[in-house]
């Protein structure tokens, strides 16, 4: 088998070439009959003597092939008891899934992405974190190079938001023009927060990966 | 429900299926001696072992044609999905079949492999060349014929069509771009992000044209190696609800891709962490938990990419009431994409085969996250049930008769399917004048047909009458309207 490895990658009229220069070789070595025989070329005597070395070989070769027992681990399933379907059916025919107006997709859109570009730039590492900087900083006009006070001022007012923005429910929440403007408030600052860092640390923490 | 011989030795020839298409891909994209190429190989080998266990005839005979594989002229729909780049290399080849011997080990098949995907090698098994390659490769333990009219004893069996060519390209087309877009994902390298927002443009089209077709074979793609088909499962759901939603082709296409590649991140977990079966221990659970934040950071790397798609890759496993992973350091507000694609995520896990679990019907995966409702955004939830049904496309259901039926497409309410009868009543077979489409609700020659239960690949289960009249369902609301059946 050592042979056929060495076909990686080649092209098949070479391994074909490769492959009846071998067994004559081998044959020649392994028999005493003369050359002559197989230079002869009768095509039926060689391919019965390549089929058997080949056999022969194979044998010596073949190693266990019991199949491996599965792997193990319980197949779970989810338990629905049948009250709760009939329930399920139930609330459909009541109209619990019906709805008057279809959610938007692209609520959220942008302050969502702005969120996770500074979550990057905060938390992953090496070109993932550089693209995320990038956009950061395209995102925040450039201006004097920032200080640890700073940082600091930054991050009291970035409290001080999320203290107005924690408290408030999720009902309550959806309900309020004011916690929206509080929410994009708060991710003005996290941009801003995230780029000062940037620009006054060698680089942001990175979290360990496993 | 007790499997019968015959299915057990049908599910054997799936999973050798499965087996060899998945470590044709591995192959294919990883190289000869990556980890997953070896271990794919692998697989091929005991499914092999196994089908020969099970009492499938010996050796394996899979047929070919351009667009699916086949065992006993049947065809093989679900691996089939998978396998755009491994039946195009066989085409190329003219191969016809591949029988398999139980002594097929994973060298010899790698050395199969040599033959039937590198290009160099295309004319390799040519009717010219087969045997001589063969030996020469020391592929001894499979047997291969070629596509040919000349010769009756080595033709191309003909098995006709497995589904409607158009669906099963499209399908497969998806399939295959993610297949690609993890590989480019697993080597650091740029993800065809045009050829992936392509794909879904054909999607769409197809969708609107025939979408019973594609969300039919979504629900045949039910065995996952790769996560893939989950992918691709997702992306077809997440299509469907947007179109609900009323979002235009621009729209559909940024929600298509995102949903596509949502999961892009586990193309960096290790596959015996992705595919264990059992609970998952601390360290591999710190590894699958990374995910989303791993899809997240290969995304915002892709400049083509619309960043609704590095959200919806940070977000889909954020629960509506601010749990779940990962655990962001900033305040972070998913988008509707993102909430979107987190309701067709957790249903289609819930409804496919996993490693480690069984699927649930449809109508259980509304229990369960209706169960867990502060999981997630209930108005897309809501949609998400309006816009599949209590029984979606492709759904394999009983009738009241017995019939056995495949749902065609949600008919005028929910809960009153029209289905394609696939027997007759009691299981026997469908006469062959007896019209096969029913509308369950409705009369037909004098009678209403209702749902009797509901089938996955190995259970089933009843749907409950009490409380339930479909009929009257009519009179409810359909999408938020009032839709009444004598309106009509």
Same mark, same amino acid.
């Given at each position: 088998?050592?042979?056929?490895?060495?076909?990686?990658?080649?092209?098949?009229?070479?391994?074909?070439?490769?492959?009846?220069?071998?067994?004559?070789?081998?044959?020649?070595?392994?028999?005493?009959?003369?050359?002559?025989?197989?230079?002869?070329?009768?095509?039926?005597?060689?391919?019965?003597?390549?089929?058997?070395?080949?056999?022969?070989?194979?044998?010596?070769?073949?190693?266990?092939?019991?199949?491996?027992?599965?792997?193990?681990?319980?197949?779970?399933?989810?338990?629905?008891?049948?009250?709760?379907?009939?329930?399920?059916?139930? /609330? $459909?025919?009541? *109209?619990?899934? %019906?709805?008057?107006? =279809?959610? +938007?997709?692209?609520?959220? #859109? @942008?302050?969502?992405? &702005?969120?996770?570009?500074?979550?990057?730039?905060?938390?992953?590492?090496?070109?993932?974190?550089?693209?995320?900087?990038?956009?950061?900083?395209?995102?925040?006009?450039?201006?004097?190079?920032?200080?640890?006070?700073?940082?600091?001022?930054?991050?009291?007012?970035? /409290? $001080?938001?999320? *203290?107005?923005? %924690?408290?408030?429910? =999720?009902? +309550?929440?959806?309900?309020? #023009? @004011?916690?929206?403007? &509080?929410?994009?408030?708060?991710?003005?600052?996290?941009?801003?927060?995230?780029?000062?860092?940037?620009?006054?640390?060698?680089?942001?923490?990175?979290?360990?990966?496993? | 429900?007790?499997?019968?011989?015959?299915?057990?030795?049908?599910?054997?020839?799936?999973?050798?299926?499965?087996?060899?298409?998945?470590?044709?891909?591995?192959?294919?994209?990883?190289?000869?001696?990556?980890?997953?190429?070896?271990?794919?190989?692998?697989?091929?080998?005991?499914?092999?072992?196994?089908?020969?266990?099970?009492?499938?005839?010996?050796?394996?005979?899979?047929?070919?044609?351009?667009?699916?594989?086949?065992?006993?002229?049947?065809?093989?729909?679900?691996?089939?999905?998978?396998?755009?780049?491994?039946?195009?290399?066989?085409?190329?080849?003219?191969?016809?079949?591949?029988?398999?011997?139980?002594?097929?080990?994973?060298?010899?098949?790698?050395?199969?492999?040599?033959?039937?995907?590198?290009?160099?090698?295309?004319?390799?098994?040519?009717?010219?060349?087969?045997?001589?390659?063969?030996?020469?490769?020391?592929?001894?333990?499979?047997?291969?014929?070629?596509?040919?009219?000349?010769?009756?004893?080595?033709?191309?069996?003909?098995?006709?069509?497995?589904?409607?060519?158009?669906?099963?390209?499209?399908?497969?087309?998806?399939?295959?771009?993610?297949?690609?877009?993890?590989?480019?994902?697993?080597?650091?390298?740029?993800?065809?992000?045009?050829?992936?927002?392509?794909?879904?443009?054909?999607?769409?089209?197809?969708?609107?044209?025939?979408?019973?077709?594609?969300?039919?074979?979504?629900?045949?793609?039910?065995?996952?190696?790769?996560?893939?088909?989950?992918?691709?499962?997702?992306?077809?759901?997440?299509?469907?609800?947007?179109?609900?939603?009323?979002?235009?082709?621009?729209?559909?296409?940024?929600?298509?891709?995102?949903?596509?590649?949502?999961?892009?991140?586990?193309?960096?977990?290790?596959?015996?962490?992705?595919?264990?079966?059992?609970?998952?221990?601390?360290?591999?659970?710190?590894?699958?938990?990374?995910?989303?934040?791993?899809?997240?950071?290969?995304?915002?790397?892709?400049?083509?990419?619309?960043?609704?798609?590095?959200?919806?890759?940070?977000?889909?496993?954020?629960?509506?009431?601010?749990?779940?992973?990962?655990?962001?350091?900033?305040?972070?507000?998913?988008?509707?994409?993102?909430?979107?694609?987190?309701?067709?995520?957790?249903?289609?896990?819930?409804?496919?085969?996993?490693?480690?679990?069984?699927?649930?019907?449809?109508?259980?995966?509304?229990?369960?996250?209706?169960?867990?409702?502060?999981?997630?955004?209930?108005?897309?939830?809501?949609?998400?049930?309006?816009?599949?049904?209590?029984?979606?496309?492709?759904?394999?259901?009983?009738?009241?008769?017995?019939?056995?039926?495949?749902?065609?497409?949600?008919?005028?309410?929910?809960?009153?399917?029209?289905?394609?009868?696939?027997?007759?009543?009691?299981?026997?077979?469908?006469?062959?004048?007896?019209?096969?489409?029913?509308?369950?609700?409705?009369?037909?020659?004098?009678?209403?047909?209702?749902?009797?239960?509901?089938?996955?690949?190995?259970?089933?289960?009843?749907?409950?009458?009490?409380?339930?009249?479909?009929?009257?369902?009519?009179?409810?609301?359909?999408?938020?309207?009032?839709?009444?059946?004598?309106?009509?």
């Amino acid at each position: 088998m050592e042979r056929n490895r060495e076909h990686q990658g080649e092209h098949f009229t070479a391994a074909i070439a490769h492959h009846h220069l071998t067994l004559q070789t081998e044959l020649k070595r392994s028999t005493s009959l003369p050359s002559a025989m197989f230079d002869a070329n009768d095509p039926m005597l060689e391919a019965r003597l390549c089929e058997a070395t080949e056999g022969i070989f194979r044998r010596l070769l073949e190693h266990d092939t019991a199949p491996a027992p599965a792997a193990g681990g319980e197949v779970r399933l989810e338990n629905v008891a049948p009250a709760e379907l009939a329930a399920l059916l139930c /609330a $459909a025919h009541q *109209g619990a899934f %019906a709805d008057d107006r =279809a959610p +938007d997709l692209q609520e959220h #859109a @942008d302050a969502e992405f &702005a969120a996770l570009i500074a979550e990057i730039c905060a938390r992953s590492h090496g070109a993932p974190q550089q693209r995320a900087a990038d956009l950061l900083r395209g995102a925040r006009p450039t201006g004097a190079a920032a200080t640890p006070a700073d940082i600091d001022a930054l991050t009291h007012e970035l /409290a $001080a938001r999320l *203290g107005r923005v %924690a408290p408030a429910g =999720a009902d +309550d929440k959806a309900a309020g #023009a @004011d916690d929206d403007a &509080a929410t994009a408030g708060l991710l003005a600052i996290c941009r801003q927060l995230a780029a000062t860092v940037l620009r006054c640390t060698d680089g942001p923490a990175q979290e360990r990966r496993p | 429900m007790t499997r019968t011989a015959t299915e057990i030795r049908s599910d054997a020839v799936l999973d050798f299926a499965h087996a060899f298409v998945s470590a044709a891909h591995n192959r294919r994209l990883h190289g000869r001696d990556h980890r997953h190429t070896t271990s794919g190989l692998r697989a091929v080998s005991l499914a092999l072992r196994q089908a020969a266990a099970t009492g499938v005839e010996m050796p394996l005979q899979l047929q070919f044609d351009d667009d699916a594989i086949y065992h006993d002229a049947q065809p093989l729909l679900s691996p089939s999905l998978q396998a755009r780049a491994l039946l195009a290399a066989i085409a190329q080849r003219e191969v016809a079949t591949l029988a398999f011997s139980p002594e097929l080990d994973e060298d010899e098949l790698n050395r199969l492999f040599d033959l039937l995907l590198q290009d160099q090698n295309v004319r390799a098994l040519s009717r010219q060349h087969r045997e001589r390659s063969l030996r020469a490769f020391a592929v001894r333990n499979v047997r291969v014929t070629s596509r040919s009219a000349a010769d009756p004893g080595d033709r191309h069996v003909p098995v006709g069509a497995a589904a409607q060519p158009a669906d099963l390209r499209v399908y497969q087309q998806l399939a295959d771009t993610l297949h690609q877009g993890n590989a480019a994902a697993l080597r650091d390298a740029t993800i065809a992000v045009d050829r992936a927002a392509s794909v879904i443009e054909q999607t769409l089209l197809q969708l609107e044209q025939a979408p019973s077709g594609l969300l039919s074979l979504a629900a045949q793609d039910n065995v996952d190696r790769f996560t893939v088909g989950h992918s691709v499962r997702v992306a077809l759901l997440a299509l469907q609800v947007a179109r609900a939603a009323g979002a235009g082709r621009e729209r559909l296409v940024e929600v298509g891709t995102a949903a596509l590649l949502h999961d892009i991140g586990k193309s960096k977990v290790p596959q015996e962490i992705l595919f264990k079966r059992g609970r998952l221990d601390e360290a591999e659970w710190v590894w699958m938990a990374q995910h989303p934040r791993l899809g997240a950071d290969i995304l915002l790397e892709q400049p083509e990419l619309h960043p609704s798609a590095v959200g919806a890759a940070f977000c889909h496993h954020l629960r509506a009431d601010g749990g779940g992973y990962p655990c962001a350091s900033v305040p972070l507000e998913p988008s509707g994409i993102s909430r979107l694609v987190r309701v067709c995520d957790v249903f289609e896990a819930l409804t496919s085969v996993r490693p480690y679990k069984r699927a649930l019907t449809p109508l259980e995966a509304y229990a369960v996250m209706r169960r867990h409702e502060r999981d997630f955004d209930q108005r897309w939830f809501k949609l998400f049930v309006r816009t599949l049904g209590v029984f979606p496309q492709g759904s394999r259901v009983r009738l009241d008769d017995g019939s056995m039926a495949v749902v065609l497409q949600a008919g005028d309410n929910p809960g009153a399917p029209v289905v394609r009868l696939l027997t007759g009543p009691g299981g026997a077979d469908l006469p062959a004048d007896a019209p096969d489409i029913v509308a369950i609700g409705r009369p037909l020659d004098g009678v209403v047909r209702t749902v009797q239960s509901v089938y996955t690949r190995d259970r089933s289960v009843a749907v409950p009458e009490d409380g339930w009249d479909a009929t009257d369902y009519l009179t409810q609301t359909v999408h938020g309207a009032c839709l009444r059946q004598d309106d009509e």
